[in-house]
T-cell receptor, first 114, second 109 residues
Framework: NAGVTQTPKFRVLKTGQSMTLLCAQD?????MYWYRQDPGMGLRLIHY???????AKGEVPDGYNVSRLKKQNFLLGLESAAPSQTSVYFC?????????????FGEGSRLTVL | RKEVEQDPGPFNVPEGATVAFNCTYS??????FFWYRQDCRKEPKLLMS???SGNEDGRFTAQLNRASQYISLLIRDSKLSDSATYLC??????????FGAGTILRVKS
């Protein structure tokens, strides 16, 4: 009963390095999201996708890129990591629009940029 | 001003107590409202939706006041297992959700 799986769960990067976070869901959901969570800030939407082959910017997209080549996967890329990108990243999916309210989250990926 | 504002707490209450959390939102066009629960170092999970008429799920009651742009969550007979962060969530632009920073609840024996 996997649901939403994120890899890796932990990563330490040096400033300027690049990396990709992978999100996979096995629920055949159309919508997928990437959020970051920082102390006192709540979850902030980075990018989202309403279906295979589509992506859109969220509230804090700068410094990130995404791709949704397959319906079940949503990749988040950092081309040149900065210390300000130290955060916990959550991927989520939902069968319809967010209006229904239920997002299914992965367990999170903790990224530290030195 | 933040789109969704919550008292960060922490609320420290004894077992069996009744505790209430409040949340205000800035976008009067928002149509959907929710409470999520997040345990320490875990992912958020939907607790309940909030309807205009108010709704109850066991010990939990959620209410919405559209005129004041205010949402509340009431927990009765608090249990140790209720200790968590409670996130107020409001929809924006139809298909995006905005999360509050959360209110920390600690229930003590």
């Amino acid at each position: 009963n996997a649901g939403v799986t994120q890899t890796p769960k932990f990563r330490v990067l040096k400033t300027g390095q690049s990396m990709t976070l992978l999100c996979a869901q096995d629920m055949n959901h159309e919508y997928m999201y990437w959020y970051r969570q920082d102390p006192g800030m709540g979850l902030r939407l980075i990018h989202y996708s309403v279906g295979e082959g589509t992506t859109a910017k969220g509230e804090v997209p700068d410094g990130y890129n995404v791709s949704r080549l397959k319906k079940q996967n949503f990749l988040l890329g950092l081309e040149s990591a900065a210390p300000s990108q130290t955060s916990v990243y959550f991927c989520a999916s939902s069968p319809l629009t967010g209006v229904t309210g239920e997002l299914f989250f992965g367990e999170g990926s903790r990224l530290t940029v030195l | 001003r933040k789109e969704v504002e919550q008292d960060p707490g922490p609320f420290n209450v004894p077992e069996g107590a009744t505790v209430a959390f409040n949340c205000t939102y800035s976008n009067s066009a928002s149509q959907s409202f929710f409470w999520y629960r997040q345990d320490c170092r875990k992912e958020p999970k939907l607790l309940m939706s909030v309807y205009s008429s108010g709704n109850e799920d066991g010990r939990f009651t959620a209410q919405l006041n559209r005129a004041s742009q205010y949402i509340s969550l009431l927990i009765r007979d608090s249990k140790l297992s209720d200790s968590a962060t409670y996130l107020c969530v409001v929809n924006k632009d139809g298909n995006k959700l905005v999360f509050g920073a959360g209110t920390i609840l600690r229930v003590k024996s």
